[in-house]
């Protein structure tokens, strides 16, 4: 059974930085893709960013290029989310996700889930 762990959340003022982290654990092999998706107060949970396990390939969504990166530790099966220059609209519920798949930003790709992390960004 695989479990995803998020920690590093909290409340930060724009303009501010966060780091948030994920430890995986319970299996032996990589995922292919694992990635970060967030979700606001009364909308859906969208795509954030992803990274290809063996590569390192990076994919980020439009609203957070320039801004957030992703990386990930293969040896310790960690996998990290750099927000910097964070805006009120970057408020939501972080979540990690893994998969042994071909499409990092699809949501339904995602076969494990860690339980979320909140991030809250004020004025």
């Known amino acids: 059974q695989v479990q995803l762990v998020e920690s590093g959340g909290g409340l930060v003022q724009a303009g501010g930085s966060l780091r948030l982290s994920c430890r995986a654990s319970g299996r032996t092999f990589s995922f292919d893709y694992m990635g970060w998706f967030r979700q606001a107060p009364g909308k859906e949970r969208e795509f954030v960013a992803a990274?290809?396990?063996?590569?390192?390939?990076?994919y980020l969504s439009d609203p957070v290029k320039g801004r957030f990166t992703i990386s990930r530790d293969n040896a310790k099966n960690t996998l990290w989310l750099q927000m910097n220059s964070l805006k009120l609209e970057d408020t939501a519920v972080y979540y990690c996700?893994?998969?042994?798949?071909?499409?990092?930003?699809?949501?339904?790709?995602?076969?494990?889930w860690g339980q979320g992390t909140q991030v809250t960004v004020s004025s």
């Open positions: 990274i290809r396990w063996s590569t390192g390939t990076i």
């Open positions: 996700a893994a998969q042994y798949g071909s499409r990092p930003k699809m949501k339904s790709e995602y076969e494990y």
